[in-house]
C-alpha cells in the first residue's frame, strides 16, 4: 500500500500522559500536513511541513503539541500533558508541489484520554 | 476569515433519488473549493473541486459549481446509490484547508 499510513490507529491515555503519533506520507510528497476533527465537526488545520521545515502552525496549536519531520519523510506529532480536551482524530495528509494540489488523507490515530 | 457553513445532516435518502448538499463560503480572495467525501471505515478522499468562479467539478456522478456570486459551491447528484453512502465535507483553500462540519448521507435500498 502507498497510501499515507498512521500509527497507531487507536491511542488511549490517561490524562497528563504524552503520547507521539507518527504519519508516513506518500513517498517523495514534499508537504505533509496534520489536522484535527473531534466529533461531529470537519478537521481542523493544525500544521504543515514542506520538506524538514515546518511552515505553519495554528493557534490550535498550544505550546503540548509538538510536530517534527526532521528528515523530510515521516513526521511526529507530540502531545505533552495530554487533557481530556485533546480527544479527538489525528488526522495526516500529504501532497506533492505547491499551489493547489491534492491532499492525500491518512487513516487517522484516534485519541481517547481519560 | 475564512470558513465554510455546510448542510446540516444526516440526510437520508431512497436509492435512485437526487441529492443536494448545500455550501456557502466566506473567505477574502479567490479560494479554491473542494467536496471530500469519508466512506465508513476509510480516510478522507477527495471528490471534486474547482479552483475559480464558474468551474465545475464532477467524479462519480456528483456535480458541483463555483458560484461565486452567492458564494456557494452546492453538491448534486442526480441518482444516489447505496454506495454513495458516506460523510460529506466542503473545503476551501486559501493558504490551507478550511472544512464544513460535513454531512452524513444515508441512501437506503
Known amino acids: 500500500d502507498t497510501g499515507v499510513s498512521q500509527d497507531p490507529r487507536h491511542k488511549i491515555t490517561k490524562r497528563g500522559q504524552n503520547v507521539t503519533f507518527r504519519c508516513d506520507p506518500i513517498?517523495?510528497?514534499?508537504?505533509l500536513y496534520w489536522y484535527r476533527q473531534t466529533l461531529g465537526q470537519g478537521p481542523e488545520f493544525l500544521t504543515y511541513f514542506q520538506n524538514e521545515a515546518q511552515l505553519e502552525k495554528s493557534r490550535l496549536l498550544s505550546d503540548r503539541f509538538s510536530a517534527e519531520r526532521p528528515k523530510g519523510s515521516f513526521s511526529t506529532l507530540e502531545i505533552q500533558r495530554t487533557e481530556q480536551g485533546d480527544s479527538a482524530m489525528y488526522l495526516c495528509?500529504?501532497?506533492?508541489?505547491?499551489?493547489?494540489?491534492?491532499?492525500?488523507f491518512g487513516p487517522g490515530t484516534r485519541l481517547t484520554v481519560l | 476569515g475564512d470558513s465554510v457553513t455546510q448542510m446540516e445532516g444526516p440526510v437520508t435518502l431512497s436509492e435512485e433519488a437526487c441529492l443536494t448538499i448545500n455550501c456557502t463560503y466566506t473567505a477574502t480572495g479567490y479560494p479554491s473549493l473542494f467536496w471530500y467525501v469519508q466512506y465508513p471505515g476509510e480516510g478522507l478522499q477527495l471528490l471534486l473541486k474547482a479552483t475559480k468562479a464558474d468551474d465545475k467539478g464532477s467524479n462519480k456522478g456528483f456535480e458541483a459549481t463555483y458560484r461565486k456570486e452567492t458564494t456557494s459551491f452546492h453538491l448534486e447528484k442526480g441518482s444516489v446509490q447505496v454506495s454513495d453512502s458516506a460523510v460529506y465535507f466542503c473545503?476551501?483553500?486559501?493558504?490551507?484547508?478550511?472544512f464544513g462540519t460535513g454531512t452524513r448521507l444515508t441512501v437506503i435500498p
Open positions: 513517498s517523495e510528497h514534499n508537504r
Open positions: 495528509a500529504s501532497s506533492n508541489g505547491q499551489g493547489i494540489v491534492e491532499q492525500f
Open positions: 473545503a476551501l483553500r486559501a493558504n490551507n484547508l478550511f
